[in-house]
């Protein structure tokens, strides 16, 4: 079947990244800001691992969002949802400082343009364990535009995270898409091929693959973005 729906992960496909580089910056800019507003760096740290573990452990019964929360606040019942603000504006701010560890392609934007002109629809399915501020602004260091893209997962809108596949079903569901009509492209052999589980067609990056099982991705569409251009030309001639 023809295919009209693209998903696309962002970290290390869109975004050329070491993950570990990407997180420990993210975490030394977010310790910065809070620190003077009485929170513990380390303490802080380990809240927010725990409200991450609760998003991917997430069932479907909250959002995301609602998920973190209840767990970060638990482990700082004083301050509740008080500094929400104060986090939502670090991601408006100073999360920028955490672009210093990604890399750049212009692939990118050049495959996404292709998509656009050939009227596919285009979703970016990057894990929903952020805002949708902090989703657009990486976008936007991709060199993509969020305005390209129908619908955009964050943590406010999601209720699972990859890599449950009933993460890509409920995409599927929300926005009303044949899951045979899809393909998802990313860079994880755990993680974005579980989109297969939900019927979608999976294509991997390698270029920044991340593969901590060793898992055999021979099954899979895969390659470098030269690869997945030409795999599109393909699909779309």
């Not at 893209?149 to 569901?173: D, G, Q, V």
């Amino acid at each position: 079947m023809k295919i009209k729906h693209v998903f696309f992960d962002l970290d290390g496909t869109l975004l050329p990244m070491d993950q570990d580089t990407f997180t420990k910056l993210y975490f030394k800019n977010l310790a910065k800001r809070l620190a003077p507003l009485g929170y513990d760096c380390e303490k802080l740290i380990s809240a927010i691992w725990a409200g991450t573990a609760s998003m991917v452990k997430n069932n479907g019964n909250q959002t995301n969002e609602d998920a973190f929360w209840k767990t970060f606040t638990a482990r700082f019942p004083e301050k509740g949802r008080a500094d929400e603000p104060i986090f939502e504006d670090f991601y408006k701010n100073e999360f920028l400082n955490a672009k210093a560890a990604c890399g750049f392609t212009e692939n990118a934007a050049k495959v996404v343009s292709f998509l656009k002109e050939k009227g596919a629809n285009l979703i970016l399915a990057s894990n929903p364990i952020f805002p949708m501020i902090a989703q657009k602004n990486r976008m936007t260091w991709a060199g993509v535009n969020p305005d390209d893209f129908s619908y955009i997962t964050s943590y406010e809108n999601a209720h699972f995270c990859k890599p449950n596949p009933a993460y890509y079903r409920e995409i599927l569901e929300k926005n009303g898409l044949n899951a045979c009509e899809s393909l998802m492209i990313g860079n994880d052999a755990v993680e974005d091929t579980a989109a297969e589980k939900a019927g979608i067609q999976v294509f991997l990056i390698t270029d920044c693959l991340l593969n901590k099982d060793g898992r055999d991705i021979s099954c899979y569409q895969h390659g470098n973005f030269n690869d997945l251009i030409n795999h599109l030309e393909n699909a779309f001639s």
